[in-house]
């Protein structure tokens, strides 16, 4: 999602027919006390930059990128594009509309390193908030309200969540999620932490 072609962002153009036959969730909005998650729409054009150029934001995630690629991307791309993809997500804010950050529930491609299953393709979270939103739960609140929902509508089944060790943050929240800390591997020149939980674990009680 977003301009893509970074460290820990990887372009799949030619996936294997194995994940492309591996659905993730259909839902295209989802609600929570604070949230909505729901695609992407001109409005969200000025968050999205800054979500790709703030350093704190993108201090694991490859660095932040200049301003003008990432509006040239969007000149070109268009807003909507970002999230039309199953399973991509802006969360914004309930009341505001306005974007908070971002989510993705996908399938992990097998080329890339780390996995929990011989032929890869599992089920994958990745997150991001803008910074002043952090501190406050709703990257808790958006990721319990997108995995419930992927729960309700799939088989049981591994998701993961990969992040850099210096991520304490994500790793945080990966943590107070349910996921457990599996393994570490490097990748994109830093060292990566490999968690996973059972699908079904998030589904409402
Ligand atoms: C990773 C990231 C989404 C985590 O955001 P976060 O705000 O720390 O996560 P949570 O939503 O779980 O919020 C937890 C914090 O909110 C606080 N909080 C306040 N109100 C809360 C509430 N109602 N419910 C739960 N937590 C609450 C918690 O005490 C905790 O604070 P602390 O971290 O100071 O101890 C954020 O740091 C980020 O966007 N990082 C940059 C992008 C990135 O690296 N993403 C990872 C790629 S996989």
Known sequence: MTPSNTRNEQNTPNPPASVVASPTLSATEITTPRLR???AHDADRAGFIELQTD????????????????????????????????GTFVIADRTTDDLVGTLLIHRR????PGHVTEEGGELELTYVLRRPAWGTGLAFEAATAALRAAASELPDQPVLIVTQTANTRSLDLAARLGFR?????????????????????????
Do not use: C, I, N
């Not at 660095?63 to 039309?84: C, I, K, L, S």
């Not at 800390?181 to 009680?205: C, I, K, N, P």
């Open 55 to 86: 350093p704190q934001v993108r201090l694991h995630l490859g660095g932040p990128r200049p301003v003008a690629a990432v509006e040239q991307y969007f000149d070109t791309m268009g807003v909507a594009h970002v999230t039309d993809k199953p």
């Open 37 to 39: 998650l729901r695609k």
């Open 109 to 112: 491609p097998a080329a890339l």
């Open 181 to 205: 800390r599996v393994s570490t591997f490097e990748a994109y020149e830093a060292e990566q932490a490999l968690a996973v939980a059972d699908l079904h674990s998030f589904l409402a009680g």
